[in-house]
């Protein structure tokens, strides 16, 4: 799928949906396919999208975990795993 299909595939996805159903995990198949497709013209290796929330850590001035968390993804209740390069 080449940018202008997945731009076209991306507004098709947001003009059918609302921010409500990307919050209730309601998303079809075809629009996961969507997402997936998404994400990949975006430069990622998606593995799978799955339910889940993104967290991130807050830390001290020195870099550290200081042991509180934040959701960093509020608007979509998925999230991506990736294939990591090694």
């Not at 080449?2 to 609302?18: C, T, W, Y």
């Not at 921010?19 to 994400?39: A, C, G, M, P, T």
């Amino acid at each position: 799928m080449g940018i202008p299909e997945v731009s076209e595939a991306f507004a098709d996805l947001f003009r059918k949906s609302n921010i409500e159903r990307f919050q209730q995990w309601e998303l079809s198949k075809k629009e996961l396919h969507v997402l997936f497709n998404l994400v990949e013209a975006a430069g990622f290796k998606p593995k799978k999208i799955t339910p889940g929330r993104l967290t991130a850590h807050y830390t001290d001035q020195k870099g550290s975990k200081n042991g509180l968390s934040y959701v960093n993804n509020e608007t979509c209740s998925y999230k991506v795993v990736v294939l990591l390069n090694k």
